[in-house]
């Protein structure tokens, strides 16, 4: 499995534990039902991060997480989830599987959804570096165990120019 599906899944699962929430997921269907509040993640944008120098490709991944809540839902409640999601968020990360940890953007109400009206939208944003490939320094391929430096005069200390 790639690596942005594991890191999908490991968000999708982590909000998913937050009390409260009836729906975690990416974006539904046109049609699709889903239970209220919810959690709806999105994959927005991959730009190129730095190169690790281990053969791996360095992706930003920009998410975007959208809770939404009936209007019928006490204000102090939805900040309360959306807390919870942010706080999950930043203590979270997967060092051995080559993600890093969430770089929190910003939450903000989302007024520009009109699919969702008569429902309150709070937006997360945030960021995560992940490595795609496989790391050419893991140890099976052929690693120098010597290295020949020129230009260093041994006897005099001294650089030759």
């Not at 968000?11 to 049609?31: A, D, K, L, N, Y």
């Not at 409640?77 to 940890?101: I, Y």
């Not at 997360?124 to 005069?153: C, K, Y």
Request: glycine share 6%; aromatic share 8%; net charge negative.
């Amino acid at each position: 499995m790639d690596v942005l599906s594991v890191l999908f899944k490991e968000i999708q699962q982590g909000f998913s534990e937050i009390v409260g929430i009836q729906h975690c997921g990416s974006f539904p269907r046109r049609r699709d039902d889903i239970r209220l509040p919810a959690i709806l993640i999105d994959l927005v944008e991959l730009e190129p991060g730095s190169d690790p120098g281990t053969g791996e490709l360095a992706l930003i991944a920009h998410f975007e997480a959208r809770i939404l809540v009936s209007d019928q839902l006490p204000e102090s409640d939805l900040w309360a989830l959306v807390q919870e999601a942010m706080l999950w968020l930043f203590n979270h990360s997967w060092s051995e599987t080559n993600m890093g940890r969430a770089r929190l953007k910003q939450a903000s109400p989302d007024h520009f959804s009109p699919d969702y009206q008569g429902h309150r939208v709070w937006l997360i944003e945030w960021t995560q570096t992940v490595r795609v490939g496989e790391n050419v320094w893991n140890g099976t391929a052929v690693i120098p165990s010597v290295i020949s430096i020129s230009g260093l005069d041994t006897e005099n200390q001294e650089l030759e120019v």
